[in-house]
């Protein structure tokens, strides 16, 4: 193995622990809980697939639980990294596209819902799966605009949500609507699922609001951007 040059083990020495080796920079303690949201869902949906009515809320309560504690162990440890964003949007993704896949499928396959609730919820969950992958994709193109893509909440709600300890609270509700929702389209203990879902469907518009208002003003940041470039270009053109 080739030793280090006493200037290459001084910059590693500067390093943050885990930024020394690849095992430690895939490894940190946020990115194994991200890990484990993966294989929760990789069970939810098996369990859906064999009618485990159990298996799928379980999933979506852990994976809450996880996604609002991993940015805050990765803070307090120091061990942010762009690989821990990554992988936490990519958990993002796979949690939105199961859960609306899955409560799409039970939704139109459902005997006891009206055929426009069948319809309108498959519909509906289609509709907020792609936003949610295109409000996904674009937090990450705009990482190299901003450190931080929550800059661009900007309205009082917004600011007021993701300000402490409301907005977890807030946000655990949402994990209860997609739970409630997921029963009563299943038909599992529907009626105290749908009040559930009553109380919890003001949380889940709140949330899906500043989701919108965060894709508006992240899609003018990037015109803005790409304006700035193009006239940049423009000049190095003409010199």
Same mark, same amino acid.
């Given at each position: 193995m080739a030793q280090l040059s006493k200037s290459d083990a001084i910059d590693a020495a500067r390093l943050k622990p885990h930024l020394r080796s690849m095992v430690s920079y895939l490894a940190t303690y946020a990115n194994i809980l &991200? %890990? *484990?949201?993966a +294989? *929760? %869902?990789? @069970? @939810? =949906?098996?369990g859906h697939i064999q009618g485990i009515w159990w298996v799928m809320p379980f999933a979506i309560i852990m994976n809450g639980i996880i996604d609002e504690a991993d940015g805050k162990v990765a803070r307090a440890l120091d061990q942010c990294s762009k690989f821990g964003y990554i992988i936490d949007c990519a958990c993002d993704n796979l949690a939105v596209a199961t859960n609306t896949g899955c409560i799409a499928q039970l939704a139109l396959q459902s005997s006891m819902l009206p055929p426009w609730v069948r319809s309108s919820t498959a519909a509906a969950m289609y509709i907020y799966c792609f936003f949610f992958m295109f409000w996904s994709a674009l937090a990450s193109v705009c990482m190299g605009l901003v450190p931080e893509y929550k800059a661009f909440h900007r309205s009082p709600w917004a600011k007021w949500y993701y300000g402490g300890v /409301? #907005? &977890?609270? =807030?946000? =655990? #509700?949402?994990? @209860? !609507? !997609?739970v409630s929702l997921y029963m009563v389209a299943q038909g599992t203990h529907a009626a105290a699922a749908f009040t559930v879902l009553a109380? /919890? /469907?003001? +949380? /889940? =518009?709140v949330k899906v609001a500043i989701e919108v208002e965060n894709v508006i003003f992240m899609t003018v940041a990037l015109k803005d951007a790409d304006a700035k470039q193009c006239l940049a270009d423009s000049a190095s053109k003409l010199h």
């Open positions: &991200d %890990y *484990f949201r +294989v *929760f %869902y990789c @069970a @939810a =949906l098996y /409301t #907005g &977890d609270v =807030l946000y =655990l #509700g949402m994990q @209860a !609507w !997609w109380i /919890t /469907t003001p +949380v /889940t =518009l």
